[in-house]
């Protein structure tokens, strides 16, 4: 059964189309990029997924269940799919330490000491272990992705969900980040990554799709997505991001 | 022929316990108004940011009418206006009890709470939207996200006119006399009506306002630095 | 912060300056002027309160201040005040003199002087008829209503330490507070208790009871230190009550059949 499945969804803000009817799988433990023009409605499908945004057609099915089935309780979903976002995020009133806890502690009633036990495990695999004092101002951008990071792996969720996690950064923090997503990958866990790093997409995707006006134009894995685009438009994307 | 002032006459002796009897009692309807007042003005402003549409409006005209309505008639809408609600045994009941104080309280507390709740609501559209949208992707439910993440950096923002509401409720508590409640403005005018100096009673009372405004005032700004503004730089 | 205080603090150190010095002799003032300028009230019937026909203001006090103005050969000029502004009248001389229901008490001597006693009352209470209070002594553990600015609070307190006062501001508001049942009775000078009573539409449901828990001897407000304008108002009360004029006056208002019907038991000090 595939971990997420999108059925012919569609969204409209007022009078624009943004999701035609999109359609597709994930398998547990698949990496899929999607990527494409700005406006192309990669980041609002994402944020579909976990309910953030909604859409007024089709279905999207998470673990085989309708994520608006009446049987669904959203905050629960939540926990179950991580996101990261652009702009990190993180809540600039509370330590690094606090800021990874919060949820867990509040949502899933996990005692406090077991859940700072596993917020410094994970800020020791982002590699920041000595931040967790700190507050979230006091970090370089890199730093704060990280911290935005291990705060959706404390949930530990079963899908995480990336959206441009490396445009808000400068091009020296880039590989900071994209190495611990890559790692994240190698453990197995089932991302889906709008971004435009299209090194990290050949490296570690195992299908990167290319998303145009709403509608997903192509799919396939990275080997053969940049070698051999069949659309015009996908040829002439990779042509000016690459 | 001039006014006598007599300064001693009004701060030693009887009297002076009077002010003193009445600033106590200023004291202890402001601070627990004050309390009450933030707790219901934030429950208030979290309805209205609910998008739940009938809680949005009744927060919405609760806000609306008890801002725009003078609070000198909310104070007798409660303690005069209940008896033709209350059932007979509920108003014996009250009548047996210090009432009045109770009444001053609801009075001063509802009134500045629809003003807190506006202060508030203000301070959280100052906080950016995507603070709500990444502590509810993290599973935390609308009013988890309020309490742990946009009120306490709200909270930082409104300080400023959270303390100008304080005052005005400590200001605005002089109304409560109007139905007994022994306060300050009261013990005053009771100096006044027995000894015919009101300017004195009235300076040392003025005295005694401004300086409970200026601790209050000190007080806010001292938590907001140390404690609230400290923790995250 | 600091600065703000300071100048709060000028302002007020300005205006008590400002309470300005007047001239003496009051007595000559008034009388080159041709004209006493009486403060009164305009809502305490029926002492002193605006007539709802002629829109002027009428009553026991403004008929007193009238025979005064005629006894000094002027004309007499009304100005209303309230408890709390007929004091910084009269000491900035905005007011010549002030009939204004006030209680005769020593400690309001050192601001201002009085007159004779004009009017003997005392304080009472009013209670629902068959409410279970007769007098003072069984206030114990009850609320009681008075209205601020009067003396009457710190009386019944006396005469009953058990009992809690709640001051209102005006005596329709305590009376409200009386018919409610928030208070048991309620208590201030007996002449003002008979309006009150004759106020409601059932006046036979309240009483007045228990003995006078204080005498309430009404004086006129005069400036302090004015020997001269003290003796002609105090012999121009004498003359009144000697050529029987206070008594036709007192009858107007009080007399037997009159609505605020308050027999006349006291008698004036007269010097021989």
């Known amino acids: 059964m595939p971990m997420i499945e999108f059925h012919n969804v569609h969204k409209w803000y007022g009078d624009f189309h943004v999701l035609k009817g999109v359609t597709d799988a994930v398998e547990p433990g698949e990496v899929l990029v999607i990527c494409g023009p700005s406006g192309s409605g990669k980041s609002t499908l994402i944020r579909c997924v976990n309910r953030l945004e909604e859409y007024q057609k089709g279905h999207i099915l998470f673990e085989g269940r309708d994520i608006h089935g009446d049987d669904v309780d959203v905050n629960r979903l939540r926990c179950d799919i991580g996101i990261v976002f652009q702009q990190f995020n993180l809540y600039p009133h509370l330590s690094v330490l606090k800021n990874i806890t919060l949820a867990p502690v509040k949502v899933k009633k996990t005692p406090r000491a077991e859940a700072e036990e596993l917020a410094l495990a994970l800020l020791e695999r982002v590699g920041i272990h000595a931040q967790a004092k700190k507050f979230p101002a006091e970090l370089s951008g890199g730093q704060q992705q990280r911290v935005a990071i291990a705060r959706a792996l404390a949930m530990r969720p079963k899908v995480m969900l990336f959206d441009e996690p490396t445009s808000a950064l400068d091009p020296e923090m880039i590989n900071e980040v994209l190495n611990v997503m890559k790692d994240l990958a190698r453990d197995g866990m089932t991302m889906l990554c709008v971004t435009h790093e299209m090194g990290f997409a050949r490296e570690v995707a195992d299908r990167v799709v290319f998303m145009d006006h709403g509608e997903i134009l192509e799919g396939a894995p990275p080997g053969e997505f940049f070698g051999n685009p069949r659309h015009d438009r996908t040829r002439l994307f990779l042509k000016e991001i690459l | ?233 | 912060m600091r600065k703000a205080a300071w100048i709060s603090a000028a302002v007020c150190l300005a205006v008590l300056c400002a309470a300005p010095f007047a001239t003496a002799g009051k007595l000559d003032d008034v009388k080159s002027r041709g004209v006493l300028v009486a403060g009164v009230k305009d809502s305490q019937p029926p002492f002193g309160y605006v007539d709802e026909k002629t829109n002027q203001i009428v009553g026991f006090e403004i008929d007193l201040m009238e025979a005064l103005a005629k006894r000094l050969g002027v004309k007499l000029e009304l100005k209303p005040v309230t408890s709390s502004t007929r004091i910084p009248m009269l000491a900035q001389g905005a007011v010549d003199i002030v009939a204004a229901t006030m209680t005769h008490k020593k400690e309001r001597e050192d601001q201002i002087d009085f007159s004779i006693t004009y009017f003997m009352t005392g304080q009472k209470l009013l209670v629902k008829k068959g409410g279970g209070v007769a007098s003072a002594a069984d206030l114990a553990g009850k609320k009681v209503a008075s209205v601020k600015g009067s003396t009457s609070e710190q009386n019944v307190k006396k005469a009953q330490p058990g009992c809690t006062v709640i001051s209102f501001e005006t005596y329709p508001e305590a009376f409200l507070a009386l018919k409610q049942g928030k208070v048991q009775a309620m208590t201030t000078d007996e002449s003002i208790l008979v309006g009150i009573r004759n106020s409601d539409d059932n006046p036979e449901a309240w009483e007045i009871v228990g003995d006078y828990i204080s005498p309430e001897p009404y004086g006129l407000g005069l400036p302090e230190n004015d020997s001269d304008f003290r003796d002609a108002v105090n012999l121009a009360l004498m003359d009144m009550w000697e050529t029987g004029e206070y008594q036709k006056i007192y009858e107007k208002w009080f007399g037997p059949g009159k609505k605020d019907h308050l027999p006349l038991t006291w008698k004036m000090e007269l010097w021989p």
């Open chain 2, 1 to 233: 022929m001039a006014y006598n002032f007599d300064f001693g006459q009004v701060i030693s002796g009887e009297y002076g316990q009077w002010l003193v009897s009445g600033l106590v009692t200023t004291l202890h309807i402001s601070a627990v108004s004050i309390v009450l007042s933030l707790a219901l003005g934030t429950a208030v402003a979290v309805l209205r940011l609910s998008k739940v549409r009938p809680l949005v409006w009744a927060s919405a005209a609760y806000t609306e009418f008890f801002r725009n309505t003078p609070l000198l008639v909310q104070i007798f809408f409660w303690y005069f206006g209940s008896y033709n609600v209350l059932p007979t045994a509920v108003n014996d009941w009250l009548a047996r009890r210090d009432f009045e104080f109770a009444c001053g309280v609801i009075a001063l507390t509802v009134y500045t709470s629809a003003f807190i709740a506006e202060e508030i609501r203000s301070g959280v559209f100052s906080i950016p939207k995507t603070q709500l949208e990444a502590s509810r992707a993290c599973g935390l439910s609308f009013l988890q996200a309020m309490a742990y993440v946009i009120l306490p950096q709200a909270f930082r923002v409104v300080i400023p006119p959270l303390i100008s509401q304080f005052l005005n409720l400590i200001k605005n508590s002089s109304l409560v006399m109007t139905i007994g409640v022994m306060d300050l403005t009261y013990m005053a005018r009771q100096i006044e009506a027995h000894t015919f100096h009101g300017f004195e009673a009235f300076t040392v009372s003025t005295a005694m306002y401004l300086c409970i405004s200026l601790m209050v005032s000190l007080g806010v700004n001292l938590y907001n630095r140390r404690v609230l503004h400290a923790r995250a730089r």
